[in-house]
């Protein structure tokens, strides 16, 4: 079953990139490293709850995550990609944190399914 597109919604996702050295109030670097991502993309997924069939079906009962997003095959979504669900566009104010982050990825014939956690702002 191919993904039904009057099902989706925007949501965007950032790559992992590298890792980005901390810099202390003068610009110093600190020791500290924190992850850097790509620019984000907006794509169109359908987002379901976690109590959903489709859900429990991949990933079972006792695996933590919030939301499970279903996506074409050819998008390059990584278990360290962010997320963004239900938030304003992060490409237009780079200032929003991610609000998820990829719990799991399982595929199949025409598509993935990716589970995914509710992180806080503390995590990000």
């Known amino acids: ?3 039904c597109f009057r099902n989706t919604k ?5 790559l ?5 050295p901390v810099l202390d109030e003068d610009g110093y670097e600190t020791g500290d490293y ?6 984000p ?19 079972g009962e006792q695996f933590e ?15 360290d990609t962010a997320i ?3 938030t304003d566009n992060p490409i237009e ?6 609000n998820y982050q990829v719990a799991g990825i399982a595929d199949s014939l025409h598509y993935n399914a990716i589970a995914v956690k509710k992180v806080t702002n503390n995590e990000v």
Not at 16 to 20: G, I, K, L, P, S
Not at 34 to 39: D, L
Not at 65 to 79: F, R, S, T
Request: proline share 3%.
């Open 16 to 20: 992992y990139q590298n890792e980005v």
């Open 93 to 98: 104010d780079s200032s929003i944190k991610h």
């Open 10 to 14: 925007p949501i965007f996702y950032a």
């Open 41 to 59: 993309v907006s794509i169109n997924a359908n987002v379901v709850s976690k109590h959903s069939t489709v859900a429990r079906e991949y990933f």
């Open 65 to 79: 995550y919030h939301k499970v997003i279903l996506v074409e095959k050819d998008v390059p979504i990584k278990e």
């Open 34 to 39: 924190t992850v850097g991502y790509a620019t």
């Open 84 to 86: 963004w669900i239900d």
């Open 1 to 3: 079953m191919k993904l």
